[in-house]
């Protein structure tokens, strides 16, 4: 064990620092759950993309830096710490773009990676229907073979960033009358091909951040196909394990959340109740645990390993971890929670990450799925019909 | 002794709940949102069902009930999520105007003509008064600017405090119900999700934490009507208590609702916000646990079985 | 609603807390669950019925003083106050008292009930079977019929009170080949009598608390049956829901126990932690609101109505704040929390106590069982197979 | 930057599971509480596999390794449920005398020949050291009164934190195991009872708790190894998290076990006897949790993620 970083890691952190100290934007961008403030972020990914910083773990031939995990823990925690943006591309470079290069052929790779990495090909991901959310092998929505295409027919929901963005890729019933895993394919499509509606989906504060899609004879080419015929489920269970390990939140996104809420603290420290003092230092203590569990899980998979059934327990951290901050910060803005800007003019940040940090413990995997993996694959309890 | 709800306020309070439930429902919310925040129509509803005049006395043309009573009712109208400011001009205006002695306006505000919306040191806000607007997360909350010299009168703060708590119960009490609603129909892995221990013993968690905050806000109601020096711990109590179940409430069924319950459409948000909002109303939860953690540690409040009442 | 005391009850507190000062033992007396502390125990149950304080609710003719529950309250906030021992008792004068007032002939009540109230005869339960915890109607114990006799084969444990009390109450299955809950009935047997074996089981600190029972060709008269023959699951439910309801804990109980941490924690408030000093805040006014729920409840009841499935909200409740309590007590302890013995020479009550609190979420069905009544009968969530 | 733990102490780590899985079973625990508490043999068998000189220089005739290797070996002692001396000896006095250059006794040390039980003030009590007996909840836990003029060395009190949180995480992790297997055997309802969500959720939330104090630990040691001066912070945060993890294991442990886990006839209790011991032991809860405050909120230690390992 070596908790010191080398010279180069060094110079690459100040490197990463220096160039984000020069680019992000000085005003906080749009929310990108609207039009304006999306196409703000994706303005923002081709300025990273620019700076070569889209994706640094990328092989370079397809747009990254060809850097190891712990320089792109580096560039996290810089990047959480300037306060940059959050990124549109989330769903290409930490889902998609993994999910390709341990399953695309070469053809597939060169097509859809570059364009991602400099983010000229925004993706959206679409997994649920209205019947199956939690219950993914539920799917029902069809993707008919006719030549060599597949014709796509049915709905799928929650549909994150579809409202705006341009491709999505999810998992469509390729065999008529399979049941649950069997004859599902994993498939990737042009959100504006003919056929496909987008009903954006109007959340709860407001703002369209996912949509409904609606397949009504859509034509996918079978050159679309990620693996095989049928191969769906393994492909999509990869891609989930990426979303739900390390890759989805990096411990620096909850280190400057938890670093704002201790500042947070400081401001209010003569009128915070004692409980919730001791609760937003132990929340700090969570997300230094979270960074140190992640260092050692990067390390692990650098040693050749891989995260398995752990993605759940790390989802579940930090999911809840998450809710916990912003609900602190809740409790110590007090009478100032309810206000979407605060007295000194400042949009309330917390009052927006509490309503998002709700979604964590549902998306992804629900907290409860988590559960019964962790329950099931890891600490080998039995599964039981509906319990 | 006798730990009994009056039998005439429980009758008044479910007779709201189905005017509430029958003429307020989600759609109307919806409606208000799309535009206006406040319906003179609804007004008059609950002016005629004499919810103006609740705690007027009955020489002003008023119902003259207890807190109590009007505890009842502001649980009611968190329950249907009542944007409407009948609880702070009816339920805390006009018993703090009573116990001051300005009865001058108690007639018109019985019926129904005379908002009063009164600032308080302890908001940054006055809730439907007038001023420079203040966004609120509830798009139903009327918000303006609190003026700089608001007062901090400890009477008007207990009895906003009293009335939120009972409002933050009713909201938590519909979230639960609403939750429930859902996990009975919503189907996964060929089954109702209700059926599922992990949403059955979540669910069953708001209720004990609800069942066990009730009897706390019908008390300090009682201690509130009945004068005593303690009134503010059992009020502070009663709020620190109902906001920390509004919150479990919330989360609890967004939870059971899954991604539907992040949308608008699903009706749950309504009430989430308004959670939010009342949680920091009229003393925050740091606010009350100081004041409950001063009596009870301090020892001005004795402790021990034989003080329960005290 | 009313929430002073008439004189009468007034003058009624201020009789008991009188007698009390002038009895409760000065002396702790030794843990009941070893002999010579039971032996103690027993003798303070006698000193009690001397004074006719055994248990104010029940009618006089059965030795108690005809109260109401609201004078029921006054006695046990009265006698937690004073620092009163544990009751011997309770299994008899809260389970099985109610229980043959409710189905018992009045040849049963006559005979049972006055050495009950008078601490002659302690009581102890006999619910579980090794394969029947929680899922109490897999009791397999029989009572065979053989004329005016029931003759009992099989096993009980986790009686508790059954080491060193007189008499127990069970169910046995008294139809052969019955199932589930059809086929029991509700039986009273001398813990004495031929054929029974008692192994005091060794409880997690070292003393034997409660005890398995073997019954081998146990004759009990057909008179000591409650109620019809096959109707126990009855019989049973109701006993349960006052061992879960009301009676079992009376808010007393823990209000003194909250009223002993708040002077703990002013005793070592310049070191506990904030969260810590907060949570015993908390915990005090948990044992205020499980008080206030206690009178609602007594009123109803006095007005004629009842509790139902909401003892499992009191079950729940009560468990997990004593739990709560005594953890933070341990907290607050610190180094000294593990000593027997604490450095003012004191026994480390609050040791004891967790220990003993740990137990609060499984008996008396398990809090698991209590969050699924619950969920089923409060709140109308469907019954799913295992689940 | 490498977050592995060192091979080489994996290894002898597992080595030293093995032997006390074989040698150390619940069966001696019972035999050692019977009577006697301690038994040459096995402490023998511990001087045998070189534990005693761990961290003794290599020219002491020890090991040599580092703390983190010895927090590997004091959380396979926590998971054994090891009453023998070893940890105090071996993984807290000996990295103390070294420090303070007082290395005349560590071959006899190494060697298994001599014990040595060092007061602090933190404690009220020294572990198996001479002096007038204290009775332990724990059976196996010889302690005797703290002299008046122990010292309160800050290292010594690090060392003895970092070796109890460690000891602490495998107590924890062997109550999780335990209940996992009796969840997987007993039946209730006709069901294994590990199958019903109520227990495997609350099983899962063990194992999440553990998950993220194990890194905690190890980065304690290693910031320790290192000397940095943000040491005592991380020892601290690994006392409290660990503490609370073994609070959570043992009574979720207790819960699924269900009355059985009551008795002295199932194994657990020793385990948790041994866990609510060494929470209180060289800094209890509250004195680590002010530390990490007076650090990280005081603003003595840096914050944000740019600062995961300062």
Same sequence: chains 1, 3.
Avoid at chain 2, 43 to 64: D, H, Y
Wanted: aromatic share 8%; net charge negative; with cysteine.
């Amino acid at each position: 064990m070596d908790l010191a970083y080398t010279p180069r890691q060094q110079a690459f952190r100040q490197e990463v620092r220096e160039w984000l100290a020069a680019h992000v934007p000085a005003e906080r961008l749009v929310t990108l759950e609207r039009k304006d403030g999306f196409d703000q972020h994706v303005a923002w990914e081709r300025e990273l993309a620019s700076g070569n910083w889209g994706m640094v773990t990328w092989p370079s031939e397809y747009g990254g830096r060809g850097l190891d995990l712990i320089e792109w823990l580096i560039f996290e925690e810089e990047y959480w710490a300037a306060g940059a943006p959050l990124r549109a591309n989330q769903n290409g470079i930490f889902l998609l773009g993994p999910t390709i290069m341990e399953f695309g052929s070469d053809e597939q790779k060169a097509r859809f990676l570059p364009p991602m990495a400099k983010g000229e090909v925004i993706w959206a991901q679409a997994w649920s229907e209205p019947g199956a959310g939690s219950d993914m092998a539920a799917i029902k929505t069809t993707a008919r073979r006719d030549g060599d295409h597949y014709v796509i027919n049915g709905q799928k929901t929650w549909s994150s960033r579809a409202s705006f963005a341009d491709w999505g890729f999810g998992l469509f019933r390729t065999e008529e009358g399979s049941q649950r895993h069997k004859g599902l394919s994993f498939l990737l499509f042009d959100l504006n091909a003919p056929g496909i509606t987008r009903r954006p989906i109007r959340q709860l504060h407001g703002d369209p951040g996912f949509a409904e899609l609606f397949f009504d004879e859509v034509r996918v080419p079978v050159e679309n196909r990620i693996a095989g015929e049928g191969e769906g489920w393994k492909v999509a269970m990869a891609t989930a394990g990426f979303e739900r390990g390390l890759m989805l939140r990096s411990p620096g996104r909850f280190q400057a959340t938890a670093a704002r809420l201790m500042a947070l603290l400081r401001e209010t420290a003569d009128r915070a109740s004692p409980g919730l003092r001791e609760e937003v230092v132990r929340l700090w203590m969570g997300a230094q645990a979270y960074a140190y569990n992640t260092y050692q899980v990067a390390a692990r998979i650098m040693a050749g390993g891989s995260i398995g059934a752990e993605a759940s327990l790390n989802k579940i951290f930090w999911s809840e971890l998450d809710r916990a901050m912003h609900r602190a910060a809740m409790h110590l803005l007090g009478p100032a929670a309810e206000l979407q800007t605060l007295p000194d003019g400042s949009a309330n940040e917390w009052l927006e990450g509490y309503i998002f940090s709700l979604s964590g413990p549902i998306y992804a995997g629900s907290n409860e799925i988590q559960r019964n993996i962790t329950a099931e694959r890891l600490l080998g309890l039995p599964r039981v019909g509906a319990g | 002794m006798d730990f009994r709800l009056p039998p005439e306020s429980v009758e008044l309070a479910e007779a709201v709940r189905e005017y509430l439930a029958g003429t307020h429902g989600p759609d109307v919310l919806r409606r208000l949102d799309a535009g206006g925040n406040r319906d003179l129509r609804i007004w008059q509803g609950l002016v005629e069902m004499g919810l103006t005049g609740l705690l007027v006395p009955e020489s002003e043309g008023g119902l003259g009930m207890t807190l109590l009573g009007g505890a009842l009712i502001a649980r009611e109208c968190g329950r249907a999520c009542l944007a409407e400011p009948l609880v702070d001009t009816a339920l805390v205006a006009v018993p703090w105007l009573i116990a001051r002695g300005e009865t001058d306006d108690l007639a018109v505000i019985a019926a129904g003509e005379k908002l009063v919306a009164l600032p308080h040191a302890v908001n940054p806000w006055v809730a439907d008064g007038e001023g420079e607007e203040l966004a609120s997360v509830d798009p139903l909350r009327n918000l303006v600017a609190a003026p700089e010299d608001a007062g901090d009168d400890p009477l008007l703060l207990d009895l906003g405090a009293l009335m939120s708590a009972a409002q933050l119960v009713g909201l938590a009490e519909a979230m639960l119900d609403q939750a429930v609603a859902y996990a009975q129909v919503r189907e996964q892995f060929g089954h109702a999700i209700g059926g599922f221990q992990a949403i059955k013993h979540k669910l069953a968690d708001v209720a004990v934490a609800l069942e066990f905050v009730r009897p706390v806000l019908w008390r300090a109601a009682q201690a509130m009507d009945d004068g005593l020096t303690s009134a503010p711990l059992h009020v502070s109590h009663a709020k620190y208590a109902a906001t920390d179940a509004a919150y479990l409430a919330a989360e609890s069924a967004i939870q059971v609702h899954g991604a539907m319950g992040y949308t608008y459409e699903v009706d749950l948000h309504f009430w989430m916000k308004r959670a939010w909002a009342l949680a920091g109303a009229w003393g925050d939860r740091n606010f009350h646990y100081h004041r409950i953690e001063d009596a009870a540690l301090g020892g001005a409040h004795p402790l021990g079985p034989q003080h329960t009442f005290a």
